[in-house]
């Protein structure tokens, strides 16, 4: 038997929780506080909040945010948005968060994830990569939360990203986002084959036997998911949740 990570993930927009379906329609969740001390209570494995907003407006996610759900939060957590610089890491690390969420500046600045593995250690840094068909229907990379297009495969870029010392790859389709209707099995298992890395699977997710799927089919090391810990079921009616231990034992 095996017991995968579990981590819901958190949206900040604001300085709320929201939930977005496909990078839009955001919907006002609550307080991130509040449910950091529900998440607590049901034990998470570890938590990631990702400051949506942060990249358009050319900030990094609060320090001060950062330093309050480390004094709340009795699990490890990870936080992204905006994140472009070894001196933004350092701060965000030392307001208590164990790992960093690095996704547009992966691409923009690749120099960054290398100089960042070596100082802190590849455990500390974890980068997302968004992905959908562009306008010819390419399956590319997206960047500035789904709104810019690159030229990189998920493949091409999963490999420079272990090259350059990720630790971790959140792999997350932006059609299945809020979706409820399952991961993108393909898209977590290629990524998977071409690297060594641990893969994060996130986007989709509605049930607990799509994070099964995730882990037996796309070989997910992680299990991450939005809407399943938010909403009661697939009707969204909020309701901050996670499943038992029971639940989430998985027989390969």
């Known amino acids: ?4 990570r579990i981590i819901p993930v958190l949206l900040l927009k604001d300085n709320v929780l929201v939930k977005s379906t496909r ?24 938590l990631i909040f990702l400051d949506i907003s942060a990249t358009r407006n050319r900030r990094t996610i609060s320090t001060a945010f950062v330093k309050k759900i480390g004094e709340e ?23 208590g968060a164990e790992k960093v969420v690095i996704g547009s500046a992966a691409v923009l600045n690749m120099e960054l994830i290398k100089k960042a593995s070596d100082t802190f250690g590849a455990s500390a840094i974890t980068v997302c ?13 997206w960047i500035k939360n789904g709104s810019k297009s690159t030229k990189f495969t998920p493949e091409v870029f999963a490999q420079m990203m272990e090259k350059n010392g ?5 792999v997350q389709s932006i059609p299945h986002d809020g979706m409820m209707q399952g991961y993108n099995i393909d898209l977590l298992r290629r990524v998977a084959l071409c690297t060594t ?3 994060v699977a996130l986007g989709g ?22 809407s399943l810990f938010i909403y ?7 309701l901050l949740n996670y499943p038992e231990e029971k639940n989430f034992i998985i027989n390969p």
């Open 232 to 238: 009661r079921s697939t009707k969204k009616g909020v």
């Open 73 to 95: 939060a009795d699990m490890p957590f990870a936080v992204g948005g905006g994140i472009n610089s070894i001196n933004s890491i350092s701060a965000i690390i030392g307001a």
């Open 197 to 199: 890395i641990p893969v």
């Open 23 to 46: 990078f839009k329609k955001y919907r006002y969740i609550g307080d991130p506080i509040n449910a950091v001390r529900i998440f607590n209570n049901h034990k998470a494995d570890e």
């Open 205 to 226: 997710a509605g049930n607990f036997s799509h994070l099964k799927q995730a882990y037996t089919e796309g070989l997910a090391n992680g299990l991450a998911a939005g």
């Open 166 to 170: 990720a630790g971790e790859l959140v």
């Open 129 to 141: 990569m968004d992905v959908r068909k562009n306008f010819f229907g390419q399956e590319r990379v």
């Open 1 to 4: 038997m095996f017991r995968p």
